[in-house]
């Protein structure tokens, strides 16, 4: 089957310009994570979805950065007023169910934002 | 907060030789501890993984141990091949409310024929 998908692969921002990442997880997918992957680190987390409540977002690095799951399906990360700083691989990963801390998080691809 | 520290950095092996990874974490709430593969350009795929309620667990060439006491983990790659090369990431969690992903920073394997 099918397994995350996320668009676009990768996004180039000149600073000061608003983007938008997309995330479809696995059919059927309760849970959501996105994480921010720094060059050469490993991720970290940015915030967590069960169905369309954001539950956890204390893991967003300031309130340029905004995520929603309206449906309970596909997600979208927003990042506000990029800054350089702002330049990562942005990764989502779905899980069955995943509040039990016993669940596979599958990951998707990412997407690679670098801002100009 | 849960921190999670990994080691090697980086890993020269021969084809055919082992390989093993280190991880310590610091919060004994954890209980969940994954080992991911990254590909260049790709997301990480989950491996192996372990739970609190054992020591060690084993899938054909992949075996992770865990000594809870220590708060240490490690992947043990046997018989490496040059397919293995990839960027390796430990990580943990517990049980606690929801599964938040605390990994490593990442050893990168290069394993040469």
């Known amino acids: 089957g099918a397994g995350v998908s996320q668009s676009p692969r990768y996004k180039v921002a000149k600073r000061g310009q608003d983007v938008a990442l997309r995330c479809d997880p696995i059919?059927?997918?309760?849970?959501l994570f996105w994480y921010q992957q720094a060059l050469g680190q490993g991720p970290e987390f940015l915030t967590y979805?069960?169905?369309?409540?954001?539950?956890?977002k204390s893991g967003l690095p300031s309130d340029r950065f905004f995520a929603e799951r309206p449906e309970g399906s596909v997600s979208t990360l927003k990042i506000q007023r990029t800054q350089q700083e702002d330049s990562a691989v942005y990764l989502c990963?779905?899980?069955?169910?995943?509040?039990?801390?016993?669940?596979?998080?599958?990951f998707g691809p990412g997407t690679r934002l670098t801002v100009l | 907060g849960e921190n999670v520290e990994q080691h090697p950095s980086t890993l020269s092996v021969q084809e055919g030789d082992s390989a093993v990874i280190k991880c310590t974490y610091s919060d004994s709430a954890s209980n969940y501890f994954p080992w991911y593969k990254q590909e260049l350009g790709k997301g990480p795929q989950l491996i192996i993984d372990i739970r609190s309620n054992v020591g060690e667990k084993k899938d054909q060439r992949i075996a992770v141990t865990l000594n809870k006491t220590a708060k240490h983990f490690s992947l043990h790659i046997t018989e490496t091949q040059p397919e293995d090369s990839a960027v390796y990431f430990c990580a943990a969690s517990s049980d606690t409310g929801f599964q938040k992903l605390v990994f490593g920073t990442g050893t990168r394997l290069l394993v040469s024929p």
């Open positions: 990963a779905s899980s069955l169910v995943g509040d039990r801390g016993r669940d596979t998080q599958y």
């Open positions: 979805f069960q169905n369309e409540a954001q539950l956890d």
């Open positions: 059919s059927g997918h309760v849970s």
